[in-house]
């Protein structure tokens, strides 16, 4: 085993100790010389090692800000939170500015922010039996003051809190709160950089309970005004209450040049550690991510298929349009109340800039606002809503960058993910409900244009802030990430990521791609809601430049000359939208998305979506070691949720029936198994010249809370199923009929029976 230098193995007792060490280890290898990442998870706000730590060995950020502005609010917006110690580090950066500048600035000028790890953000607590406020402070680290609390408990709800302290970043106040907070905000600071401008002063033990002090106040004035509507005193179980900076957050810091990741990963470890809680998974390296580009060479070679017209690429119209009005019927039978909000799916790609499109190729009914981010360049207040972001450059716009290779990326993706060319005609006189919001990811620096590690965790809050249930996604990244893992489990009741699968035709293993290895199996999301895409031709067979794998990627979709859009400069820099039709995984997913949204509309929850879109496909036996659901997708049988569906054989073709199975009680023999037909999600035949059909069966899983988590029998002959039989019953002709297994393709129940 290496042996770690000696100044890591003696314990590291102040940041100072720490910053020394990375600065007398030397300059870093050559193969170390390249820009270097890291995810960090910073456990608790009490940490001043870390808050050192990170500001030594990361890149700082310089902004200009103009006179007036409030550094105390661009660090909270920046760090979660305006930790004092930070704030004594930024002032010994800056030459010439004090304290008086952290709550407004003097004059305009260029601030240089050190690097920073986010602090935990407030947390939404339920209350178990025999839970206190003091249990869960102590649970959780949080620093409170108790009697404080109680105090503001039992004051007349007229009489104002005497408690002075800044609110944190995570309560809906504005940053920084009001201008007496500011004050204290202010002072509190001050007495702390007096107090540790002296050497023994500033030893750990000491920054450590100053710390902790500050962050009693802020966070015992947060709950109060976070919970007015509990009493702390009686909490009751099924009761909900904000506790903040209870959660730990991530964020990615750019290491400074010479400065190896192993002896920076190891001081980030010894600074949590010092907090008292295991850095376990709490630090790793981190690589930029990719964006999964198109194939535009050897497309002919790829997609040996020919493409269906349009009419029927890459969706089905008329079957669409059909399945979606006899959905509406059936719920305004059923008196069901159809949803009103639209279900939008944020485009997270290259960016997006014709929200003013004379063409109308994007309707500005389809385009969605998001709440902007809390991140102003200039420190300013942020406006409620925007067309986009950029999540990379921290900017309230998405539009994309001049000279960016595959700038228009993201438009041909978002031109597939509202359902394609061929649904313009019907988007603009029957609108359909689903919407769109736009991330782009891309940024600039220095001489190369570069997607940030943490864009896709920060993408999961970004979308659960903005209530959007699905994220389409062409990105990659070559490194298992646990800050992207993390948030994904942390919002999979919430938030469905549809990835691409990639365009370099190999195998997901061993060569994995994240996110998409996290899809297929619900095993490999552990708990997040992934759907990764593959991409078929023109005939439903997997374009050879299409990843696979039956653990890894759910299902594929057309992906081949896929009819969208693509942009264009004329007129001396004026843009235009023009057509185009395009090749790979990245537009093979978007339709995925689309389906989704819909499927979101009619009232699934992005849990059951992914079940559907599993159990849903057109079956192919050759499919078994390529995707995990062994198919491709059917759009209409995908959607037609409010129907039992079945595709029987009728002489040379095969019809796809809307109505009622009758005998779902009923007993089948298959694959020398007996199950109930009403625990069957799936059951589908598919012909094999000369030989019993193959029978592709998924059984209902044992955890309901997960649906796709479902059994996935391996496939097995269909022998001797000819004397066995469905009962249905036609929702059109209202005739009932016995259709036998020998003549059924695909049996689909549906998710709102009767």
Same mark, same amino acid.
């Given at each position: 085993?290496?042996r ?5 193995r ?7 100790a720490?910053?020394? *060490? ?11 010389q ?14 001043p090692?870390?808050v ?10 310089s ?16 760090c ?6 930070y ?5 010994e950066?800056?030459?010439g500015?004090d ?6 600035l ?5 601030v ?22 003091a249990?869960?402070?102590?649970a959780?680290?949080?620093?409170l003051?108790?009697?404080r ?7 007349p ?5 005497t ?29 702390i ?5 002296t ?10 309970e ?5 962050y009693?106040?802020?966070n015992?004035?947060?709950f109060i ?9 009686r909490l ?9 900076g209870a ?9 400074r040049?010479g ?6 990963i190891q ?5 949590i550690a ?5 850095p376990?998974d ?10 999964i580009?198109?194939?535009?060479k050897?497309?002919?070679?790829f997609?040996a ?11 089905k119209i008329?079957e ?5 009005a006899?959905n509406?019927?059936e719920?305004?039978?059923r008196?069901?109340?159809?949803k ?5 799916i944020?485009i997270?790609d290259s960016?997006?800039? *014709? ?7 994007f309707?500005?009914g389809?385009l969605v606002?998001?709440k ?9 207040p942020?406006?409620?809503?925007y067309n986009?972001v ?10 994309s960058?001049?000279?960016f290779?595959d700038?228009?990326?993201?438009l041909?993706v978002a031109?597939?993910a509202?359902?394609g060319r ?13 919407g769109?919001?736009?991330?782009n990811?891309?940024?600039r620096?220095e ?15 970004f979308?659960?802030?903005?209530d ?9 990244i070559?490194?298992r ?8 489990k ?6 469905l990521?549809?990835?691409a699968?990639g ?5 997901m293993?061993p060569?994995?791609?994240?996110p998409?290895?996290l899809?297929?199996n619900?095993? =490999?999301?552990d ?7 593959g991409?078929h031709?023109?005939?439903?067979n997997?374009?050879t ?10 299902l594929?979709?057309?992906?081949c000359?896929?009819?969208t ?5 004329v ?7 023009r ?21 979101? =509309?009619e009232?699934?929850?992005?849990r ?8 849903s ?26 129907h039992?569906l ?13 109505g009622?199975?009758q ?5 089948l023999?298959?694959?020398?198994e ?17 030989q ?11 955890n309901?809370?997960?649906p796709?988590?479902?059994?996935r ?6 022998k ?5 039989s469905?009962t249905f019953?036609?929702?059109r ?8 297994l020998?003549t059924?393709?695909?049996?689909v129940p549906?998710?709102?029976?009767r």
């Amino acid at each position: 085993m290496r042996r770690r230098p000696a100044l890591v193995r003696a314990r590291l007792h102040t940041a100072e100790a720490v910053a020394a *060490f990375l600065l007398t280890v030397g300059p870093a290898s050559a193969k170390d010389q390249v820009t270097s990442y890291l995810n960090i998870q910073a456990p608790t706000q009490v940490a001043p090692d870390l808050v050192a730590t990170v500001a030594r060995i990361g890149v700082p950020e310089s902004i200009d800000l103009k006179a007036g502005a409030s550094i105390q609010e661009v660090v909270t917006r920046r760090c979660g939170g305006a930790d004092p110690l930070y704030l004594k580090l930024l002032l010994e950066a800056n030459s010439g500015l004090d304290i008086d500048d952290v709550v407004e600035l003097r004059s305009s000028r260029s601030v240089l922010f050190p690097a920073c790890a986010t602090l935990p953000a407030a947390r939404a607590q339920p209350i178990q039996s025999g839970d206190s406020i003091a249990t869960i402070a102590k649970a959780s680290q949080i620093p409170l003051n108790l009697d404080r609390i109680e105090a503001a408990a039992k004051r007349p709800p007229s009489e104002p809190s005497t408690i002075k302290a800044p609110p944190p970043p995570t309560v809906a106040m504005p940053p920084g709160g009001t201008n007496a907070l500011k004050t204290i905000q202010y002072e509190k600071t001050k007495e702390i950089i007096l107090k540790t401008q002296t050497g023994d002063k500033a030893s750990q033990k000491y920054m450590q309970e100053l710390s902790k002090n500050y962050y009693s106040a802020v966070n015992t004035q947060a709950f109060i005004d976070a919970n007015k509507a509990s009493d702390p005193r009686r909490l009751q179980p099924g009761q909900t209450i904000t506790l903040p900076g209870a959660e730990p957050t991530w964020s990615t810091i750019r290491l400074r040049p010479g400065i190896a990741p192993e002896a920076a990963i190891q001081a980030v470890s010894d600074a949590i550690a010092a907090t008292g809680v295991s850095p376990a998974d709490r630090v790793e390296p981190a690589k930029l991510a990719s964006l999964i580009a198109p194939v535009d060479k050897d497309v002919d070679a790829f997609c040996a298929a020919p493409v269906p017209p349009s009419s029927s690429w890459p969706l089905k119209i008329s079957e669409l349009v059909e399945v979606l009005a006899s959905n509406k019927e059936e719920m305004a039978q059923r008196k069901v109340e159809q949803k009103t909000q639209k279900a939008t799916i944020l485009i997270l790609d290259s960016g997006f800039d *014709f929200f003013d499109n004379p063409g109308m190729a994007f309707s500005s009914g389809y385009l969605v606002r998001v709440k902007g981010q809390d991140l102003p360049k200039g420190g300013g207040p942020t406006p409620a809503n925007y067309n986009g972001v950029n999540l990379n450059t921290k900017q309230n716009t998405p539009v994309s960058l001049q000279g960016f290779p595959d700038r228009w990326h993201g438009l041909g993706v978002a031109g597939v993910a509202v359902g394609g060319r061929p649904l313009e005609p019907l988007r603009r006189f029957a609108p359909l409900p689903i919407g769109v919001a736009f991330a782009n990811v891309v940024r600039r620096t220095e001489n190369r244009y570069e997607i940030s590690p943490d864009t896709l965790f920060q993408a999961v809050e970004f979308a659960a802030k903005n209530d959007i249930p699905i994220i389409n996604v062409s990105l990659s990244i070559d490194q298992r990430s646990a800050a992207l893992e993390m948030a994904l489990k942390r919002r999979g009741e919430e938030i469905l990521l549809v990835s691409a699968a990639g365009n370099d035709g190999r195998r997901m293993e061993p060569d994995a791609l994240w996110p998409a290895a996290l899809g297929g199996n619900t095993e =490999n999301g552990d708990g997040a809601t992934i759907v990764t895409v593959g991409a078929h031709d023109g005939q439903g067979n997997r374009a050879t430049f299409s990843r696979y794998s039956a653990k890894t990627v759910d299902l594929l979709a057309p992906g081949c000359r896929v009819p969208t859009y693509t942009g264009e400069e004329v007129d001396g820099g004026k843009l235009r939208i023009r057509p185009a039709s395009l090749t790979g995984t990245s537009f093979a997913a978007p339709v995925v998305s689309f389906v989704a949204a819909l499927l979101h =509309n009619e009232g699934l929850s992005v849990r059951e979506i992914k079940a559907r879109l599993l159990t849903s496909v057109d079956a192919h036996d050759g499919f078994d070691k390529v995707v995990f659901s062994r198919g491709v997708l059917n759009a209409t049988k995908a959607l037609a949720v409010w129907h039992d569906l079945v595709e029987v054989r009728v002489g040379d073709r095969t019809e796809i029936r809307l109505g009622q199975v009758q005998n779902k009680d009923a007993l089948l023999t298959l694959c020398e198994e007996d199950f109930r037909l009403s625990e069957v999600r799936k059951l589908a035949f598919t012909a094999k010249d000369g030989q019993p059909p193959d029978l592709h069966l998924w059984k209902a899983g044992s955890n309901p809370t997960i649906p796709a988590a479902m059994e996935r029998w391996n496939l097995c002959p269909a022998k001797d199923v000819g004397n066995q039989s469905i009962t249905f019953t036609d929702s059109r002709t209202g005739d009932t009929e016995e259709i036998r297994l020998s003549t059924l393709v695909d049996y689909v129940p549906a998710w709102y029976p009767r």
